[in-house]
Structure formats: structure tokens, C-alpha cells
């Protein structure tokens, strides 16, 4: 990540944030660096109109995805991100994903809808329960930050990881049910 992508959209260092709001100001740097603005602009100018507004669109797909967030919040607190970097996920939690795993292809195969649909509610279920876990995290964490030394902000983030992991199994259970969807449509 090149840039601050909270500092770039004048967002708070929250997980839970307003994205309409932020979008909105999103929009309206994005009108602002428009190439068109910078027609008649010289070429340097230019150029950096067209980075900064790259720059604005990267922060602003960042900001509206909860994984890539969460990620960025980790970084800016000190912490690697990486599905290498990050502690394995608990024996419970993988048992879990698996059998959501065999349901989901099992209710593929007989093409039964009303399963999948049922996988759907439970996978989105599970997913803002771990949404609600970072946003519970992070406050906790950035707030940390404000009273206490850097190595209890440290712990609180590193706290955060095992949500971060199960909100990206998930998002890929959810990916999976999105494909077997747009296959039925």
C-alpha cells in the first residue's frame, strides 16, 4: 500500500466507518483531479492530477472493502498483513469451513437452491459477526493508543488477526455461493 488511504479520504482510523459519507468525498475529489479539469494544464501537471486521482480511487476500493480495510488499519498500527503472516486459523474455525465447504457443493450438486440460498444467510450472518468482532477490536485497539504504551496497542491488534482470518473465509464462502448463483441464472 503506497498511501495512507484513511489520510487520502480524510476518514478516521476506524473500521467501522460512514462509507456513503466517505464516498461522497471520494466523488468529489474525484470531479476535482478529473483529467478534463487539467486539459489545458501542462504535462507535469497533468500527470500529477492523474496520480493523485489514481491515488484517490485505490484509497477509496480499499476503504469500501472490509478485508482490505481491516489489512490497512493493521498496517498503519505496525502490524504485517498477509494471509502468510497471520497466525493459522483455529482447528474450530477450519472443521467449520469445511463442512460449510461439503454443504455448499453438496447443495450445488443436487442444484438445490433453497440450500444455497440458506448457506447464503448463514455465511452473511457469520461474516458481520466477524465484521463485528474488528470493529469491536479496533476501537478497542485505537484506542489504546490515546492511554497506554505502544506494546498494549500492539497486543489489541494482534488480538484483531483471528477475525481478520475469519471474515476473509467467509468472503470467499460468499464468492462461492455468488458463482454457483450467476451459473443458475
Same mark, same amino acid.
Given at each position: 500500500?503506497?498511501?495512507?488511504?484513511?489520510?487520502?479520504?480524510?476518514?478516521?482510523?476506524?473500521?467501522?466507518?460512514?462509507?456513503?459519507?466517505?464516498?461522497?468525498?471520494?466523488?468529489?475529489?474525484?470531479?476535482?483531479?478529473?483529467?478534463?479539469?487539467?486539459?489545458?494544464?501542462?504535462? @507535469?501537471? =497533468?500527470?500529477?492530477?492523474? !496520480?493523485?486521482?489514481?491515488?484517490?480511487?485505490?484509497?477509496?476500493?480499499?476503504?469500501?472493502?472490509?478485508?482490505? =480495510?481491516?489489512?490497512?488499519?493493521?498496517?498503519?498500527?505496525?502490524?504485517?498483513?498477509?494471509?502468510?503472516?497471520?497466525?493459522?486459523?483455529?482447528?474450530?474455525?477450519?472443521?467449520?469451513?469445511?463442512?460449510? =465447504? !461439503?454443504?455448499?457443493?453438496?447443495?450445488?450438486?443436487?442444484?438445490?437452491?433453497?440450500?444455497?440460498?440458506?448457506?447464503?444467510?448463514?455465511?452473511?450472518?457469520?461474516?458481520? @459477526?466477524?465484521?463485528?468482532?474488528?470493529?469491536?477490536?479496533?476501537?478497542?485497539?485505537?484506542?489504546?493508543?490515546?492511554?497506554?504504551?505502544?506494546?498494549? =496497542?500492539?497486543?489489541?491488534?494482534?488480538?484483531?488477526?483471528?477475525?481478520?482470518?475469519?471474515?476473509?473465509?467467509?468472503?470467499?464462502?460468499?464468492?462461492?455461493?455468488?458463482?454457483? !448463483?450467476? !451459473?443458475?441464472?
Amino acid at each position: 500500500m503506497l498511501a495512507d488511504p484513511f489520510a487520502t479520504l480524510g476518514a478516521p482510523y476506524r473500521f467501522d466507518l460512514d462509507l456513503p459519507a466517505i464516498e461522497k468525498v471520494h466523488r468529489e475529489l474525484s470531479r476535482a483531479l478529473h483529467p478534463d479539469r487539467f486539459a489545458q494544464a501542462g504535462a @507535469s501537471e =497533468r500527470r500529477a492530477a492523474l !496520480e493523485k486521482a489514481a491515488t484517490v480511487n485505490e484509497a477509496w476500493r480499499v476503504v469500501r472493502d472490509p478485508v482490505r =480495510r481491516a489489512e490497512a488499519l493493521l498496517a498503519i498500527g505496525g502490524i504485517a498483513v498477509g494471509e502468510n503472516r497471520e497466525p493459522q486459523a483455529s482447528p474450530a474455525l477450519l472443521m467449520d469451513v469445511l463442512e460449510h =465447504r !461439503e454443504a455448499l457443493a453438496d447443495a450445488r450438486a443436487k442444484n438445490d437452491m433453497v440450500k444455497i440460498r440458506a448457506l447464503r444467510s448463514a455465511f452473511e450472518a457469520r461474516e458481520r @459477526s466477524a465484521e463485528e468482532k474488528l470493529t469491536q477490536g479496533f476501537a478497542l485497539a485505537f484506542a489504546a493508543t490515546q492511554s497506554s504504551p505502544w506494546r498494549e =496497542r500492539r497486543e489489541a491488534l494482534e488480538a484483531i488477526l483471528p477475525a481478520l482470518g475469519e471474515l476473509r473465509f467467509f468472503k470467499r464462502l460468499l464468492g462461492d455461493v455468488s458463482a454457483i !448463483e450467476e !451459473e443458475q441464472a
